[in-house]
Nanobody, 126 residues
Framework: QLQLVESGGGVVQPGESLTLSCTAS????????MAWFRQAPGKQREWVAG????????????KYEDSVKDRFSITRDLRENTVTLEMNRLKPEDTALYYC???????????????WGLGTQVTVSS
């Protein structure tokens, strides 16, 4: 059965960087559109970035929430069955528990898999 495991979170200062990884086991995600989500205390879970399944000459199709555009970068490694989120110039408002999941499409960013992982905590504080 598919299991998603997030890792790479930590405590950093504003302006610093972190790279999160999502590793899938028990299933293949290469044909699935994937996304990173986050949930801050007292707030609903929201999508952050998504990546498609087809690699064009310019790379995979990606989509970013406005507040992270130009700071975050989502990539995927088909051989390793992983999806990575590189986060740069982190801000205190990026503090949240970060999750990955399959999505039904990059247009809707609707989570597809109902068994969420434990997530990985990102805390940005001076």
């Amino acid at each position: 059965q598919l299991q998603l495991v997030e890792s790479g979170g930590g405590v950093v200062q504003p302006g610093e960087s972190l790279t999160l990884s999502c590793t899938a086991s028990g299933g293949i995600i290469r044909y699935e559109e994937m996304a990173w989500f986050r949930q801050a205390p007292g707030k609903q879970r929201e999508w952050v970035a998504g990546i498609g399944t087809v690699r064009y000459s310019t790379g995979y199709v990606t989509k970013y929430e406005d507040s992270v555009k130009d700071r975050f970068s989502i990539t995927r490694d088909l051989r390793e069955n992983t999806v990575t989120l590189e986060m740069n110039r982190l801000k205190p408002e990026d503090t949240a528990l970060y999750y990955c999941n399959l999505v039904t499409s990059l247009q809707t960013m609707t989570p597809k898999f109902d068994r969420w992982g434990l997530g990985t905590q990102v805390t940005v504080s001076s």
